[in-house]
Each structure stands twice: as C-alpha cells, then as structure tokens.
C-alpha cells in the first residue's frame, strides 16, 4: 500500500514505518524535522514536510495514498499539566487530525482507511469495570481530549473513509515511553508501586500495537474504536512485583498518592488511577497478541535483567 504517516518520530511511529517498509508498503512520512527522518530511515521512504498546523503543498502526498495513519500529538506525560500544557496536548492532536481530514476530503479519489491515534484516558477512572470498545467515555482532562480527538477523525467516515481509533494503552519498550521512568527506581533499588496499588494498567507491548495498526490496515470489516491494549491488564502492585522480578529487583518502596500528585499535579492522576481495558475487538476479529501476558512482555523487554 501506499501510505501517509504523520508522526512517525515519535516512539511509536519509528517502529511502525520500520515494520510497514519492511512489510513492503511505501510510506510518505509528514514531519516537522525531515533530516530526523533522514537519519532513521534515508532514502527508503518519502519525507514530507509539513507544520501540522496549515494547509499547504505537503497534501499532494495524499493523492495516491491508499492509506493514512496519524499518530501527531505531544506526549502526554512529558511536562506538568499546565493550562498552558493542556492546551498544547490539545492543539498538537486535533489541529493536525483536522488539517488530514479536510486535505482528504478535497480529494477526488480518497484513501480506503484512516487510522488515527487515540488512548484509553477515553474511559476515565471506572475502577474495577472490565471496559471494551462498548463502554462509555469517562469524565476528566484525558476523556474530554480523546473523545475531541477521535470526533475529529470520525469526520473522514462521512466521506466514505473507513475510520479507525486505536486506544493505546501503556506502550512497553525499553527505548520510550513510561516504562523506563518506571523502571529507573527499581535499578537503584527503590522500586515499587504508586499508591494505591489497586488501579489498574492496561498495557500493550509496542510491537503489538505496532501489529495491530498493521492488522487494522488489512481488516475492512474494522472501523470505530478498537482497544490497543493486551488481554490482560493488571493492578500496578501487580505490574510492579512483575517488574522487580524481571529486573531481578525488590518492590518494596509504595510511592504515595499524594508526593506524586505534589510533584505533578493533575498529571499524577493518570498514575493513581487507571482502566481495565480489554481489546474485544481485536480479539473477536482474530488478531493474534504475541505477548498477552505482562510478565512474558517484560521478559521480552528485559531478557537479561538489570
């Protein structure tokens, strides 16, 4: 296929179009910093620049695409929940998703699917409900972003574009993302679980998500939300014990709710509290989780320990 990417630096994105040109799909990446993507990947894709805040020359990329995906967006945990950072959370989503859309829709021929990035901050803290792509949105920051972010994509469905949301959960690699900040006090031998211990981490090993958005390419019976998490989600003391395991580490230090909420305010909320998501669609579709379980996933991560 012939395939648009924007956001495809980030840590999501470079495994992704290594996966996609290695699958043999030709990939058009959209950024901001080409030589970025010169370095990762050279001449082995089109590099595209665009400001992700305008129209402009960057959307003659899309007159051949069969496929677009969209993962732009600033990272959710990188700085404090500011006013200031919540709106660029908000910008760096739906401004880019919007201008993909409508540069779509000036389009004679469009493309057959449009896969965008979304997370499951869009069920809110609903405590121990077992939560699919049926289940309502939440209330909170994380669900009023998700639920602006993904009305935004929908309105390619009405140009006939089949339309796909893939909720992530915790992505797991040692090169991004949380876990290698959450890894980091179990090295030095302080490890352990953010309090209360009970709220629920519904988790994915990249190389999954990265399968599932490959998956979801293929699948024309897919469209809607589909959960990019594991079948299995667990508690964070659970997660936490699996850790020091894996890392040959203790879990011993309980971080408390209220030191994580002084160091980072609001943000300290997608850590206390949590989701237990499943991917019923995913699974009732037939896609095939290489790694279901967390422990196997860690293991995969970590294979020598510390």
Known sequence: MDIVIAGGTGFIGKALCETLRRSGHRLT?????????????????????????????????????????????????????????????????????????????????????FISASGVGFYGPQGTEVLDESSGRGRGFLSDLCVQWESAALEAASQGIRVVCMRTGMVLEQDGGALPRIALPFRLFLGGPVMPGTQWISWIHRDDLVGLIEWALAMPEVSGPVNGVAPSPVTMAEFCRLLGLVLRRPSWLPVPEFALRMALG??????????????????????????REVQRALQAIFPAGA
């Not at 997608?270 to 896609?287: F, L, N």
């Open 29 to 113: 990446i959209l950024t901001r910093r080409p030589a970025t993507v010169e370095h990762l990947f050279g001449s082995q894709v089109t590099t595209v620049e665009w400001d992700a805040l305008s129209a402009g020359t960057w959307e003659r990329s899309l007159r051949d695409a069969q496929a677009v995906i969209n993962l732009a967006g600033a990272g959710i945990a990188d700085a404090r929940w500011t006013d200031h950072r919540k709106r660029v959370l908000i910008e760096s989503r739906l401004r880019p998703t919007r201008l993909l859309v409508e540069a779509c829709a000036r389009l004679s021929v469009k493309p057959q699917v």
């Open 266 to 291: 609001q943000l300290g909320s997608i850590m206390t509290t949590g989701q237990r998501v499943v991917p019923a669609v995913a699974e009732r579709h037939g896609y095939r989780f290489r790694f």
